[in-house]
């Protein structure tokens, strides 16, 4: 192998020798071998950029044996074998003894002696029909495997139709001096270095011309954070079970969709600035349905619906108060109230996003997290159906043996919590919290008493930790995070948590 260094000074030296290179197809590399005009070419074009040399390229055509042909140039034609296999004389040989001497080569061989009045038949046997044959088809191919050419076009496109040889396709290049044609190639400078500037090198210096068609250092995409991942699966499990998807770009809502609408008094303690973010500027939200607005202060105050209500005194100023979201079942209770406007149709809504709290920041707890939610509407659903969606949802993420415990939220009866057996853990671990709505908090919006909504609802932090093998919060959320964890961590299955 001759390198790019050792053929650039063989050009150079062959251009000041003989002023120019006709074909570089004669060029021998120094252990006597063919040049590859390949690695030729790359010398070349370096060469060029510095303008030393100028090349064309010569595009020939050469005749090639293919391995058949070269098996006959060695071997002899199998013509020619069958002629050499049969003795002089009249006894001959019969078929079957020439097919074992020559094998498959016997039956082509047979049919082109024949035709070429070499041998002939008597009786049963194969006899010679000549004393001497010239195998004109070694000639042929032996000619053309050391100089590549036949002067007879007929013979070569007979010895391409018997795929004896074929054509390749050559390329070389003629070679002739540049403007800056030298002997010594210059080192060509890359980049502008702080010694050039300072000793004023750098206007003498000659530089590498750019290569603009250079792929370049090709960019790393984006990641997916991992909990966007987690976040990617659920939203598929929920298209599957035929879930549409909830708008949950309001981060900021009030306290009427986020409480109120939801039949949570207004001294709960979860509304008190402890769990809950108020907004400061703007501090409050003036634009509710009034009706509904109306049906919302009366149930709470006095009840209705079949309910005796919470019998306090309802105040606007406090449902007006603008906040950062709760809980994500801000955005079902807006849903619901839309979706009781129009002709009933049954739905099932879900939700994937941030929800915020006023809470102590500590190893598995942010003041901020995403909350997954589903909801269903129908006429006539059960406590069953909640519990047979719940283990469907569940199974599909590959948790099963599910558990469920009563619970209380102000907005469901019954509720239940959902808990699931944690191998890893060692034990059951807290996975969801769900319920049937209200009467309270949907027949003021105007859906109809049969109709009943089933929801549920976790955490995505929790999940992802657990599939990450992560400890601490911070080391899925904020500045901690490990930015190669989140490259490297493939696209979340759940059946692996
Ligand atoms: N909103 C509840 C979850 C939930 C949603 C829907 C029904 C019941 C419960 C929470 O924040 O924990």
Same mark, same amino acid.
């Given at each position: 192998?001759?390198?790019?260094?050792?053929?650039?000074?063989?050009?150079?030296?062959?251009?000041?020798?003989?002023?120019?290179?006709?074909?570089?197809?004669?060029?021998?590399?120094?252990?006597?071998?063919?040049?590859?005009?390949?690695?030729?070419?790359?010398?070349?074009?370096?060469? &060029?950029? @510095?303008?030393?040399?100028?090349?064309? /390229? =010569? #595009?020939?055509?050469?005749?090639?044996? %293919?391995? +058949?042909?070269?098996?006959?140039?060695?071997?002899?034609?199998?013509?020619?074998?069958?002629?050499?296999?049969?003795?002089?004389?009249?006894?001959?040989?019969?078929?079957?003894?020439?097919?074992?001497?020559?094998?498959?080569?016997?039956?082509?061989?047979?049919?082109?002696?024949?035709?070429?009045?070499?041998?002939?038949?008597?009786?049963?046997?194969?006899?010679?029909?000549?004393?001497?044959?010239?195998?004109?088809?070694?000639?042929?191919?032996?000619?053309?495997?050391?100089?590549?050419?036949?002067?007879?076009?007929?013979?070569?496109?007979?010895?391409?139709?018997?795929?004896?040889?074929?054509?390749?396709?050559?390329?070389?290049?003629? &070679?002739? @001096?540049?403007?800056?044609?030298?002997? /010594? =190639? #210059?080192?060509?400078?890359?980049?502008? %270095?702080? +010694?050039?500037?300072?000793?004023?090198?750098?206007?003498?210096?000659?530089?590498?011309?750019?290569?603009?068609?250079?792929?370049?250092?090709?960019?790393?995409?984006?990641?997916?954070?991992?909990?966007?991942?987690?976040?990617?699966?659920?939203?598929?499990?929920?298209?599957?079970?035929?879930?549409?998807?909830?708008?949950?770009?309001?981060?900021?809502?009030?306290?009427?969709?986020?409480?109120?609408?939801?039949?949570?008094?207004?001294?709960?303690?979860?509304?008190?600035?402890?769990?809950?973010?108020?907004?400061?500027?703007?501090?409050?939200?003036?634009?509710?349905?009034?009706?509904?607005?109306?049906?919302?202060?009366?149930?709470?105050? &006095?009840?209705?619906?079949?309910?005796?209500?919470?019998?306090?005194?309802?105040?606007?100023?406090?449902?007006?108060?603008?906040?950062?979201?709760?809980?994500?079942?801000?955005?079902?209770?807006?849903?619901?109230?839309?979706?009781?406007?129009?002709?009933?149709?049954?739905?099932?809504?879900?939700?994937?996003?941030?929800?915020?709290?006023?809470?102590?920041?500590?190893?598995?707890?942010?003041?901020?997290?995403?909350?997954?939610?589903?909801?269903?509407?129908?006429?006539?659903?059960?406590?069953?159906?909640?519990?047979?969606?719940?283990?469907?949802?569940?199974?599909?993420?590959?948790?099963?043996?599910?558990?469920?415990?009563?619970?209380?939220?102000?907005?469901?009866?019954?509720?239940?919590?959902?808990?699931?057996?944690?191998?890893?853990?060692?034990?059951? &671990?807290?996975?969801?919290?769900?319920?049937?709505?209200?009467?309270?908090?949907?027949?003021?919006?105007?859906?109809?008493?049969?109709?009943?909504?089933?929801?549920?609802?976790?955490?995505?932090?929790?999940?992802?930790?657990?599939?990450?093998?992560?400890?601490?919060?911070?080391?899925?959320?904020?500045?901690?995070?490990?930015?190669?964890?989140?490259?490297?961590?493939?696209?979340?299955?759940?059946?692996?948590?």
């Amino acid at each position: 192998m001759t390198t790019t260094e050792e053929l650039q000074t063989l050009v150079l030296t062959t251009l000041d020798s003989k002023g120019s290179i006709e074909n570089t197809k004669e060029f021998k590399a120094s252990d006597g071998k063919e040049v590859d005009q390949l690695v030729l070419l790359g010398a070349l074009k370096s060469l &060029v950029d @510095k303008e030393m040399v100028e090349y064309d /390229t =010569i #595009e020939d055509e050469i005749w090639v044996l %293919t391995d +058949e042909g070269d098996e006959i140039v060695d071997k002899g034609s199998h013509e020619a074998n069958v002629f050499e296999a049969i003795p002089a004389g009249d006894e001959g040989l019969s078929i079957p003894e020439l097919q074992k001497l020559l094998g498959n080569a016997a039956k082509i061989g047979q049919g082109k002696a024949f035709k070429n009045k070499w041998i002939t038949k008597k009786g049963d046997n194969l006899i010679r029909a000549v004393n001497s044959i010239i195998d004109q088809t070694r000639i042929d191919l032996d000619i053309i495997c050391s100089t590549g050419k036949h002067s007879d076009p007929n013979v070569i496109a007979d010895l391409k139709r018997r795929r004896l040889c074929d054509k390749h396709k050559i390329i070389s290049y003629s &070679v002739t @001096k540049g403007p800056k044609f030298s002997l /010594t =190639i #210059e080192k060509q400078a890359r980049d502008i %270095t702080f +010694e050039m500037l300072q000793s004023g090198e750098w206007k003498k210096a000659n530089f590498k011309k750019y290569n603009f068609d250079a792929l370049g250092i090709p960019p790393s995409g984006g990641h997916l954070h991992p909990l966007m991942k987690i976040r990617e699966e659920l939203r598929q499990i929920f298209f599957e079970m035929g879930f549409e998807e909830m708008p949950t770009n309001r981060f900021v809502e009030s306290s009427f969709w986020n409480f109120d609408a939801l039949f949570q008094p207004q001294q709960h303690p979860a509304r008190d600035a402890h769990d809950t973010f108020f907004i400061k500027d703007p501090a409050v939200g003036t634009q509710f349905p009034t009706d509904y607005l109306e049906r919302v202060k009366k149930v709470h105050s &006095v009840g209705g619906y079949g309910s005796t209500g919470y019998g306090y005194d309802w105040k606007i100023e406090e449902a007006q108060k603008l906040l950062l979201r709760t809980h994500t079942t801000a955005v079902s209770s807006f849903m619901l109230y839309n979706l009781a406007q129009k002709e009933f149709k049954p739905v099932k809504y879900f939700s994937i996003d941030r929800v915020f709290r006023n809470e102590t920041v500590d190893a598995t707890h942010l003041a901020e997290f995403h909350q997954v939610e589903g909801v269903i509407a129908d006429k006539g659903l059960t406590l069953g159906d909640l519990i047979g969606f719940m283990e469907t949802f569940y199974e599909k993420m590959g948790i099963k043996n599910l558990r469920f415990k009563p619970a209380y939220n102000p907005y469901t009866e019954p509720s239940m919590e959902i808990f699931s057996y944690h191998e890893g853990l060692g034990k059951w &671990v807290e996975i969801g919290n769900s319920g049937m709505f209200r009467p309270e908090m949907l027949e003021p919006m105007g859906l109809d008493p049969e109709i009943r909504v089933i929801a549920w609802g976790l955490g995505l932090e929790r999940p992802a930790m657990i599939k990450y093998g992560l400890e601490n919060i911070r080391e899925l959320l904020g500045h901690k995070v490990n930015l190669t964890m989140i490259e490297n961590n493939p696209i979340c299955a759940f059946d692996l948590i």
